[in-house]
């Protein structure tokens, strides 16, 4: 079942998020202190292409004092538009019944695109 929401997730829109995550993360990369925030985005990126069958948990233990510092500077630079365009999507596919999933899966990915640093994306065993 997961195999199917991911397709129809990469088709109605998933392609252009993890186009928006792999853009960004080149973007930040250009610069020596964007590097691990581009790290960062190349991570979600591989997690945004098929989000059906994960879940998004907090890091054992958290982040702590270092994470909190890198999750402040994540708000500043790409984090805000990214939670931003994970929630008018999901309002957008909201609005549709047969949207509700992918819906779904967008609330599911604004805490990871907030403050990624101290979640993680899990596979569902």
């Known amino acids: 079942m997961s195999l199917?929401?991911?397709?129809?997730?990469f088709i109605?829109?998933?392609f252009?998020?993890?186009l928006g995550y792999?853009?960004?993360g080149i973007l930040l990369c250009l610069t020596i202190i964007g590097i691990p925030f581009g790290f960062m985005c190349f991570r979600l990126a591989g997690g945004v292409i098929a989000p059906f069958g994960r879940?998004?948990?907090?890091?054992?233990?958290?982040g702590g004092t270092i994470a909190l510092i890198m999750n402040v500077i994540w708000i500043i630079l790409p984090g805000l538009e990214l939670?931003?365009?994970?929630?008018v999507l999901a309002v957008l596919f909201a609005v549709t019944i047969v949207g509700l999933p992918i819906a779904k899966q967008h609330i599911?990915?604004?805490p990871l695109a907030l403050m990624p640093f101290g979640h993680v994306m899990r596979n569902l065993d």
Do not use: Q, S, W, Y
């Open 12 to 14: 109605f829109g998933g």
């Open 4 to 9: 199917l929401g991911n397709l129809v997730f």
């Open 55 to 62: 879940e998004v948990t907090e890091t054992e233990p958290p």
């Open 22 to 24: 792999v853009l960004g």
């Open 108 to 110: 599911k990915l604004v």
């Open 83 to 87: 939670a931003v365009m994970h929630l």
């Open 16 to 18: 252009i998020i993890f």
